[in-house]
């Protein structure tokens, strides 16, 4: 799977839109973006994936530059309770037998 | 639906000792993962099973060993337990695992190593 690059940390005032970029400049064609947000001792939740369109649920919006070299996560109304570290994941879907592996991810904090 | 559910949530052990950490996958899941998180640190991948066998393995030494049942629930035990064992321990399960699969977490078991 290629590489990601994300902040280690970004801040964000409640009720505004985040913004979380991801770097995946060297990713190949049949790597999906995936997002996932992992709350402070609890699991990681996945939040969105996509391969070349955007991509929007109820959670949030995925932008993916025409070239693909990177992307970036937008939750359009930040509340508190999306302070998390996010993790942006390029996954290969020849990659099969491998597992999921995640980054250092981005500190989101939210304040009011 | 249950989500992923694993027991104990919390654990005391004293190096030296085995553990046994459990998991229960969302039912219709066939594949479970094992990750963990040391304090400050990202998750590392431990082990991924499914259809009942290991299909690939992180970089852990073999005292980290595991398996799945029929009924695709899993556990993972730690033989010899050392201080920097600790950590939290987090099992994931997905559909069919294959690469495209959406991953879903439990809350964890919260290993201490006294």
């Known amino acids: 799977d290629a590489k990601t690059t994300q902040p280690p940390s970004m801040d964000c005032a409640e009720g505004r839109a985040a913004n979380l970029p991801c770097n995946h400049s060297?990713?190949?064609?049949?790597?999906?973006v995936y997002w996932y947000r992992q709350i402070h001792s609890q699991g990681p939740q996945y939040i969105i994936h996509?391969?070349?369109n955007n991509e929007t649920n109820e959670m949030a919006s995925l932008i993916i530059t025409e070239d693909r070299k990177s992307s970036t996560l937008i939750l359009p109304h930040a509340t508190l309770r999306d302070t998390a570290v996010y993790y942006c994941?390029?996954?290969?879907?020849?990659?099969?037998?491998?597992?999921?592996?995640f980054g250092k991810g981005t500190t989101l904090s939210v304040s009011s | 639906e249950a989500g992923v559910t694993q027991s104990p949530t919390h654990l005391i052990k004293t190096r030296g000792q085995q553990v046994t950490l459990r998991c229960s996958p969302i039912?219709?899941?066939?594949?479970v993962y094992w990750y963990q998180q040391a304090l400050g640190l990202g998750l590392q991948f431990l082990l991924w099973?499914?259809?009942?066998?290991?299909?690939n393995r992180g970089n852990f030494p073999p005292r980290f060993s595991g398996r799945q049942f029929p009924n695709y629930s899993s556990e993972l035990n730690v033989n010899a337990l050392e201080l920097e064992d600790s950590a939290l321990y987090l099992c994931?399960?997905?559909?069919?695992?294959?690469?495209?699969?959406?991953?879903?977490f439990g809350s964890g078991t919260q290993l201490s190593v006294l």
């Open positions: 994931a399960s997905s559909l069919e695992g294959t690469p495209n699969e959406k991953l879903f």
């Open positions: 060297t990713i190949s064609g049949n790597e999906y």
């Open positions: 996509g391969l070349k």
């Open positions: 994941i390029a996954r290969d879907l020849n990659q099969a037998g491998t597992a999921l592996i």
């Open positions: 039912s219709g899941h066939t594949s």
């Open positions: 099973y499914d259809e009942g066998e290991e299909r």
